[in-house]
């Protein structure tokens, strides 16, 4: 009878547990790779407090004095309360140059945005449950989401007389008011225009609410990786490797924002309307090296698989320690890999973690396996494997379909290469 302790059963048990064993270093580098992700995403709302966050822009909207109809004690009385009414026409121009600010290990994107924005305001053109207020109560009034931001506001009019913006003490869900008070002496009944010049620094994200009847905003940047996000896409947009140029159109009746609310603003409907564009950093070195991590285990299982059917197939015997080095090299590989990418990116991080875990292993496998040619192939073989993982990495749509076609290929090349293999190691019948 064939002595148990060489059983080729027993050896697959071993090397499943000491696989799923290795499954704690695994977990240990990933939360190591969560933490530092965390690190990093506080470093870049750091900068963000600094330099500025993402912006909303909210604006312009007039502010009328009205009396509103509260209910109290089964009776209605009248109370003083603002209306909002939105403009006619808004015609939002932004120029966002870009960069990124580094603070430690860590960088985030931000802008400093020049801002032109005009349209025009009809008061008297929607219906309204009292007459249009007067002079001295309308108010031009802008809102954003984080005020720390605003650098400069070069210029403030409406009908072509300039206005001053102060804080207000309107709060919109948070968001910081600016408003100017119109002359006494000015026309709220009839149709004006305004105009309104700032610049607004903030970081990774600006969007724009269109409040007006038709709402146009065109943003030109020099930030290569563009996402468009909110309500509405660009209806032009151009994206080349020196930034790009967008441009989006929104009518009232793609919104639903109603033109004129009393007591409150509707911020719900303008956030949910607002559109814009995210500046996204591209796969992370922490969400790529998640993603090979991923494949760790696997990663484990398939190497301890080629060197046990090494072992059946050449007659070489390896201890269950010796697959335990190998498997612990291969996990420190991810942290490596981590360390490295954190300081030189993680396309040269990679390579030089996978060209340091290949030369390690290759050497080992020369000298557990007493031969350097089956070293080096061993070493080659691991490399090529390596390879393919950072194709599975780098490849988001297709990563299911080459990861199914590659374990696809394993499978067949090992029944290919055990299929004259007497695993019961007696003599047939």
């Not at 061993?378 to 490849?395: D, E, H, N, P």
Request: one cysteine or more.
């Amino acid at each position: 009878m064939q002595n148990f302790s060489r059983s080729a059963t027993l050896k697959l048990f071993l090397l499943g547990a000491l696989a799923l064993l290795l499954l704690i270093p695994l977990l240990m580098i990933g939360a190591v790779v969560s933490e530092r992700l965390s690190l990093k995403n506080a470093t870049e709302n750091e900068i963000a407090q600094r330099h500025g966050g993402e912006q909303l822009l909210l604006g312009p909207f007039m502010v009328l004095k009205r009396q509103c109809e509260v209910a109290l004690k089964n009776r209605f009385v009248l109370q003083p309360c603002d209306e909002f009414v939105l403009p006619e026409v808004l015609n939002v121009s932004g120029k966002v140059p870009t960069s990124l600010k580094r603070l430690g290990l860590y960088e985030a994107p931000v802008y400093d945005a020049q801002f032109a924005l005009s349209g025009a305001f009809d008061l008297a053109r929607s219906a309204s449950p009292t007459p249009p207020g007067t002079s001295d109560q309308a108010r031009f009034a802008f809102a954003l989401t984080d005020p720390r931001g605003i650098r400069e506001v070069r210029t403030v009019s409406a009908a072509g007389r300039e206005l001053a913006l102060a804080p207000s003490n309107l709060t919109i869900n948070g968001m910081a008011v600016l408003e100017a008070p119109l002359p006494l002496d000015f026309d709220v009944s009839k149709p004006f225009e305004f105009a309104l010049d700032l610049s607004v620094s903030g970081s990774r994200a600006l969007n724009v609410a269109p409040l007006g009847r038709l709402s146009t905003l065109k943003l030109t940047s020099n930030w290569a990786d563009p996402s468009f996000s909110g309500a509405f896409l660009p209806v032009e947009k151009s994206i080349s490797e020196q930034g790009f140029d967008a441009r989006w159109q929104v009518l009232e009746l793609n919104r639903r924002i109603p033109q004129r609310s009393l007591a409150s603003f509707p911020i719900s409907e303008a956030q949910a309307s607002a559109f814009g564009v995210n500046l996204v950093v591209m796969a992370s070195s922490y969400q790529q090296t998640e993603r090979a991590l991923k494949y760790g285990f696997l990663f484990i299982v398939l190497t301890f698989a080629g060197y046990f059917l090494f072992e059946v197939l050449a007659g070489v015997r390896l201890h269950p320690v010796q697959y335990g080095l190998i498997g612990a090299a291969l996990a420190v590989f991810y942290l490596l890999l981590l360390a490295a990418a954190e300081i030189i990116g993680f396309a040269l991080a990679y390579l030089l973690a996978a060209i340091t875990l290949a030369a390690l292993i290759g050497a080992y496998s020369g000298a557990i396996l007493r031969s350097v040619k089956r070293g080096a192939s061993a070493g080659a073989l691991l490399g090529a494997i390596y390879a393919v993982l950072y194709v599975l990495i780098a490849s988001e749509s297709h990563a299911l379909l080459l990861g199914a076609g590659v374990l696809l290929a394993v499978i067949s090349a090992t029944m290919y290469l055990t299929r004259k293999v007497n695993w019961y190691g007696n003599n047939p019948d």
